[in-house]
């Protein structure tokens, strides 16, 4: 069965600082994955998703992501964190095979960002 | 803009009530799902269709059913409501196929509490 684990719980930076947020996942195969953001009382936002091909993926609002196969990771990052990132932040991860087709989240990972 | 539309942003339930929770997307896409979200749980899967009719049960279906009776309709219905399914209720959607159509596209959510 796939899994997702997101280490952390929360996560404090200052704004303007750099920002990484981990993700690892439990796959049988190279999966697909998925950021994705939650500002509070909102639905889910799609950050950026990766399929194949080039391993950083960029996405929205100046994130980007890294897979990495032999750490089975796919971390968040963002070179500079501004007071609107505060949000809380899903890892998504689900089967490129034509089976269930449903994703699988992880935790989550709340952002506070210090002025 | 495409949407998935929750009909209710926030209920109030009274235990052993049967409750209706909508969800309708205007994307005609082929899949659909239910999620409840929960502090520190992430989001876990209730149940999601691929097609009208059509529904399979995700990670934690106990105390749950749905009704697909239209493609832009999904509805999760909680047959006796309990304290312990106050929660946020999410819906998404997402084309049939692989690679990029693969992204949600989520509702608001419903928070419901269970008295």
């Known amino acids: 069965a796939q899994s997702v684990t997101q280490p952390d719980i929360h996560i404090t930076v200052s704004e303007g600082a750099s920002l990484e947020l981990r993700c690892n996942y439990s796959?049988?195969?190279?999966?697909?994955l998925f950021w994705y953001v939650q500002s509070p009382g909102q639905g889910l936002q799609l950050l950026l998703k990766?399929?194949?091909?080039?391993?950083l993926v960029q996405g929205i609002k100046g994130f980007e992501a890294e897979f990495k196969r032999s750490q089975s990771s796919f971390n968040l990052r963002k070179p500079s964190v501004h007071w609107s990132d505060a949000a809380e932040y899903f890892c998504a991860v689900g089967p490129m095979d034509t089976g269930r087709r449903a994703l699988t989240f992880g935790s989550g990972t709340r952002l506070q960002v210090q002025p | 803009d495409v949407k998935v539309t929750q009909s209710s942003r926030y209920l109030v339930k009274r235990t052993g009530e049967k409750v209706f929770l909508e969800c309708v997307q205007d994307m005609d896409h082929e899949n659909m799902f239910w999620y409840r979200q929960d502090p520190g749980l992430g989001l876990r899967l209730i149940y999601f269709s691929y097609d009208v009719k059509m529904k399979e049960k995700g990670d934690i279906p106990e105390g749950y059913s749905v009704s697909r009776e239209k493609k832009e309709r999904f509805s999760l219905i909680l047959e006796s409501a309990s304290t312990n399914q106050t929660s946020m209720y999410l819906c998404?959607?997402?084309?049939?196929?692989?690679?990029?159509?693969?992204?949600?596209?989520f509702g608001s959510g419903t928070r419901l509490t269970v008295v």
């Open positions: 998404a959607s997402s084309m049939a196929g692989t690679g990029s159509n693969y992204g949600y596209t």
């Open positions: 990766y399929f194949s091909g080039d391993t």
């Open positions: 796959y049988g195969a190279t999966p697909y």
